[in-house]
């Protein structure tokens, strides 16, 4: 049976392990720690003013949510972006995405587009200091406002999930294509003013899908990456 001290010296270490987690997701995930950059765990230990141990746990978390990859002789670094698993989740994504808003479209109201509205006001407002991460955050959350309410569950459940392979893969297309997110808060105001017109849901659909696919192409060209035919 553990002592008492070993019990308090677990919790302080879960605690360290925590704070040194959260330090190095949240620099992932603005790209100070770009993809392929080297996490020296004594250089970070020092910067966080604790030992090895929680910050070799941290990265262990990191690691197994496929934001960190070790490499023989070298040691932890940050994943470098899967383009082949991006370009497949973006792809789908602008399948079930584009049906998911027009399936939601005759049920939003007012109040929910504006908020829509105030989300997409919030990013455009990003556009002159551009912060990739805040702003991808935001769109996440403008998508989700129009799609969430969607009556096909199922659907909804396989829109979340791709966003969610999305923030594994490497937080965004704004992250190496900055220029396409003014292009992209402007696809958004079309969005609304389409739903708010009671515009064919095919026509939601398709302009939706296209919105997603534009950011994707943004990406390839960025990348010097060939359509599929």
Request: glycine content about 6%; proline content about 4%; overall charge negative.
């Amino acid at each position: 049976m553990p002592t008492d001290l070993a019990v308090t010296e677990a919790r302080t270490t879960g605690s360290k392990s925590e704070r040194a987690y959260e330090w190095i997701r949240e620099r992932i995930g603005r790209q100070e720690y770009g993809p392929g950059y080297r996490l020296v765990l004594g250089t970070i230990a020092d910067q966080l003013e604790m030992s090895v141990v929680p910050v070799r746990e941290a990265i262990r978390r990191l690691e197994a949510e496929g934001l960190v990859t070790f490499e023989r002789n070298v040691g932890a670094k940050v994943t470098l972006v899967n383009a082949t698993d991006y370009v497949n989740t973006m792809e789908s994504l602008g399948i079930i995405e584009g049906a998911a808003t027009a399936l939601s479209a005759p049920l939003l109201d007012e109040a929910t587009l504006a908020r829509a509205a105030a989300i997409n006001e919030r990013m455009e407002a990003l556009l002159d200091h551009f912060d990739p991460h805040t702003f991808t955050i935001l769109n996440q959350q403008f998508h989700a406002t129009l799609f969430e309410v969607c009556p096909n569950a199922h659907l909804v459940e396989l829109v979340q999930r791709d966003w969610a392979r999305l923030a594994g893969l490497r937080d965004s297309t704004f992250a190496f294509v900055p220029g396409r997110a003014r292009h992209s808060v402007a696809e958004h105001g079309d969005i609304i003013r389409l739903i708010r017109a009671g515009a064919d849901p095919r026509e939601i659909e398709d302009v939706a899908r296209a919105h997603r696919w534009h950011t994707l192409q943004a990406y390839r060209e960025a990348r010097g990456l060939t359509p599929k035919n």
